[in-house]
């Protein structure tokens, strides 16, 4: 009897991590281990013996920190980060202040067609990134685009949106098109848990609209806006659909135009796994880095503000 309870205790204790098995495994084949053999290809490279023929002519030997050395002073790589940055300045502002716009006229009591806003803003989250990069591509032709046919035939100047400058308004056009609707369901889900007490109090005060919207709605969903900002700096620096898509519509963008196009050219195209996977833990590592220091800043200013 006692045996019995015994075991079923056991089993009792051991359901949780029976559960968590499948998530385990899918965690370590899919994450854990490519990372791993990631991090081991970044400390090695290939030797060649004589003239690279025959067996055992290229072999595989330690490298130390060689290839993060070569990553780290390759000017091609610290010029896509460099593109990437200014792209994300544009995007990341954008994108946000238009999601809380956004969210912030759908809170209103005063919006019609709620739903239907809310689906149409939404809805280009949902096309996947290839496709409306490509949609996109296509309006920026000048041979194709009715834009530019519109421009034409009023006799309007027809800028040229895939050339120089004005390639990063039209990439970062296609990232806020595609993002903001997600952002903004973040945001607007996190405002509709605000209680109604709160508003009803407010207009009691004699607060209007606008006072509400920006003393009440905005501070109350502030850690909404801390995660969408974490997402987007992440989508950010993994940069990529975007302008591979657009690459063969123009020569403005090249194989490296991004670190994660450049991590791509070299292992696939030049063959360097070794240093492509140096580069793609350095990547990696920026990414965390900036992550962990921005929401660091964000939650001590949050206690900050908390002590006050």
Known sequence: MKSTARRQSYGVKGAPY?????????FTLFFALPIGYALWLSFHKVKVSGLGLGSGARK??????????????????INGALRVLGYGCIVVPVMLGLALLFALMLDSEKVRLAPFTRLAIFLPYA?????????????????????YFVLGKLGLPQPDLLDGGPLYLAL???????????????????????????????????????????????????????????????????????????????NSVSTTWSPL???????????????????????????????FGFLR????RQKQEAAR
């Open 60 to 77: 595989e030997v330690w490298a130390g920190l060689e290839n993060y050395t070569d990553a780290l002073t390759d000017s091609e790589l």
């Open 261 to 291: 196009m450049k991590v791509y050219r070299d292992a696939f195209g030049d063959g360097d796994i070794y240093g492509a996977a140096a580069q793609a833990v350095i990547i990696a590592f920026a990414t965390l880095l900036l992550s």
């Open 172 to 250: 970062s056009n296609i990232a806020v098109w595609g993002g903001t609707g997600f952002n903004m369901i973040v945001i607007y889900t996190s405002l509709q848990a605000i209680p109604a007490e709160v508003y009803e109090a407010a207009k009691l005060d004699g607060a209007t609209p606008a006072q509400i919207a920006l003393r009440i709605k905005i501070p109350m969903v502030a850690p909404s806006l801390v995660l969408t900002f974490f997402f987007s700096i992440i989508a950010t620096l993994q940069v990529y659909n975007e302008p591979t898509t657009l690459k063969p519509l123009t």
């Open 18 to 26: 029976a559960f968590l098995v499948p998530a385990t495994i899918l």
């Open 297 to 300: 800043a964000a939650n001590r």
């Open 127 to 147: 096309i996947p990134g290839v496709v409306a990069a490509l949609l996109w591509g296509f309006l920026y032709l000048p041979d194709v685009s009715p834009f």
